[in-house]
């Protein structure tokens, strides 16, 4: 395998208490402009660089690669910084659920060079989702050989987070014999164009355009045989949703801060409540109880479902794997909801300055609208119920 093209020089972070305390400070420095990056559609392309040069993108690779191979708890704990900007938390929700790919199935000269690129900063996007097909999980993406040692890909693929300014594209596809493989291919590579047209109301700044993948050509060596995952006991589908658990739990904890913050500095009290200042109001104080316990359900029961990921893989069976999963899909639906009804409570709390368009508050609510969109909570709920009334095990996919 040939090296790729440069990427920022990357700190090595040698265990969790590293890796947590370059996400409080990337955190710190993300929100700042934040709210003017969502407003202006502005990418965050300095800022993915400063979260490439900081290490934070190797904290899963293995420890005898040279990684810091952290705990899923902390994974999720660092994916919280989406309190500071959910888009940029998005953007490398895939760039994690690939590595994984990698250690489940790549092989050990793939895992040394993959590994190795990580650990310099290289950042993996995806070509996920499909365009045009009957659903988003139907791949009609390809992989065709060519006779000569290598493989063609043609497809065309969605909301591919991360894609724009990735160095490596992760493409989800299916070979002659209808097996799902994952293809890693170099961002500037032949035949890959990637349209930045997501337009959505929300996530803004995640760049999850289009990707077009014309007669692209792979090496053999840089594709895994995605389809073994899931013919036996998995972590992939509840490490991915976990992922995105923690993206919207940090949405929650975001608004609420922001709601906070705005009654005590800007928000005045309602004539009949008989105080000074908005932030004595009883009824207001009452609600911020409220939505701070439901932030607080949501962090506990995420926690929850990061030690149940780490259990099982300590002692991976199907039992394990599904407890896993089933945690999982339980914090997903609640901090779906618990994001939602922060980020709409905020304007309650806060008063009609709140709704000023230059305060940009609604981002909030956009974000979470936009995200909890991913996949669809009334599933995971099923997957729940069938579980707690019957011990049904969830099926296995990325999705549960």
Request: glycine letters at 8%; charged letters at 25%.
């Amino acid at each position: 395998m040939a090296p790729t093209s440069t990427a920022p020089v990357a700190a090595v972070l040698r265990d969790d208490a590293e890796a947590l305390g370059q996400a409080r400070r990337l955190a710190e420095s993300f929100a700042v402009e934040a709210a003017e990056r969502d407003r202006d559609r502005r990418l965050p392309r300095a800022e993915l660089d400063e979260l490439s040069a900081s290490g934070l993108l190797a904290i899963t690779v293995p420890a005898d690669h040279g990684g810091a191979d952290v705990g899923t708890r902390t994974l999720l704990e660092v994916f919280r910084l989406a309190a500071a900007d959910p888009s940029i938390a998005q953007i490398p929700q895939n760039h994690f659920a690939f590595v994984n790919v990698l250690r489940e199935n790549g092989t050990p000269q793939q895992q040394e060079f993959f590994f190795a690129e990580l650990l310099a900063g290289k950042r993996l996007g995806n070509a996920q989702s499909e365009v045009g097909s009957r659903t988003a999980q139907d791949i009609r993406t390809r992989l065709r050989a060519t006779g000569e040692g290598d493989f063609l890909l043609t497809g065309k693929k969605g909301y591919s987070t991360g894609a724009l300014l990735a160095h490596w594209i992760p493409v989800v596809a299916k070979d002659t014999a209808d097996r799902l493989q994952v293809a890693y291919v170099p961002r500037d590579a032949d035949g890959v164009t990637v349209i930045d047209d997501w337009a959505g109301m929300g996530q803004r700044t995640t760049a999850s355009g289009t990707v077009e993948l014309d007669q692209v050509r792979v090496p053999a060596d840089r594709i895994v045989p995605h389809h073994l995952t899931f013919q036996r006991p998995q972590l992939h589908g509840a490490l991915s949703q976990a992922q995105h658990a923690a993206i919207d739990v940090g949405i929650a904890g975001g608004a609420l801060a922001e709601a906070a913050e705005f009654v005590r500095t800007r928000s005045r009290p309602w004539g009949e409540s008989g105080v000074d200042t908005a932030a004595e109001d009883p009824l207001t104080i009452q609600r911020f109880g409220e939505l701070g316990i439901r932030v607080r359900a949501a962090e506990a029961l995420l926690e929850k479902a990061g030690s149940a990921i780490d259990e099982a893989r300590a002692d991976l069976t199907d039992d394990s794997a599904a407890a896993a999963s089933i945690a999982v899909a339980a914090a997903k639906a609640f901090a779906d909801g618990a994001a939602i009804e922060v980020a709409d409570a905020l304007f309650e709390v806060s008063g009609a300055r709140s709704s000023l368009d230059s305060a940009n508050l609604h981002r909030h609510w956009r974000n979470a609208r936009t995200h909890t969109l991913h996949d669809p909570v009334r599933w995971k709920i099923q997957h729940v119920g069938r579980y707690t009334l019957n011990g049904t095990f969830p099926p296995r996919h990325g999705h549960i």
